[in-house]
Nanobody, 123 residues
Framework: QVQLVESGGGLVQAGGSLRLSCAAS????????MGWFRQAPGKDREFVVR???????YYADSVKGRFTISRDNAKNTVFLQMNSLKPEDTAVYYC?????????????????WGQGTQVTVSS
C-alpha cells in the first residue's frame, strides 16, 4: 500500500508561482510512474503531467513551458513547480502513483491517489 500526501497549494495571483510536493510512503517509490492531475469544479479530472521512474516526462499542452515536474527518489517525493499561473489553473491538484513504470495520461492506470491540494489563481 502506498500513501500519498500533497502539500503546497494555496491562493496566488495570476502570473505567480507555487510549488506542490507529494510525499509517498513505501520502499518501491523509485519504480513507480508518478502523475499530477487536477479537477476544477464541474469539470472532469484532467491530466497535467507524468514522470516515469527513469525521469522521462510528459506534459499536457495547457501547462507545457510553465509547469515542471521532478522527483527525488531518495526522499520519496515528487514536485510540481508551477510558474506563470493563470486563473484557469484553479483546481484541486492530485498526486497519483502507478505500479507500472510507464503509465501515461489515463487516470485509470494509476493505483494510488493523494487527498488533493487546492490551488486558486486570482485574476
Amino acid at each position: 500500500q502506498v500513501q500519498l500526501v500533497e502539500s503546497g497549494g494555496g491562493l496566488v495571483q495570476a502570473g505567480g508561482s507555487l510549488r506542490l510536493s507529494c510525499a509517498a510512503s513505501g520502499r518501491t517509490f523509485s519504480r513507480y510512474s508518478m502523475g499530477w492531475f487536477r479537477q476544477a469544479p464541474g469539470k472532469d479530472r484532467e491530466f497535467v503531467v507524468r514522470i516515469w521512474s527513469d525521469g522521462n516526462t510528459y506534459y499536457a499542452d495547457s501547462v507545457k513551458g510553465r509547469f515542471t515536474i521532478s522527483r527525488d527518489n531518495a526522499k520519496n517525493t515528487v514536485f510540481l513547480q508551477m510558474n506563470s499561473l493563470k486563473p484557469e489553473d484553479t483546481a484541486v491538484y492530485y498526486c497519483a502513483a502507478s505500479q507500472s513504470p510507464y503509465s501515461g495520461r489515463d487516470y485509470k492506470t494509476y493505483n494510488y491517489w493523494g487527498q488533493g491540494t487546492q490551488v486558486t489563481v486570482s485574476s
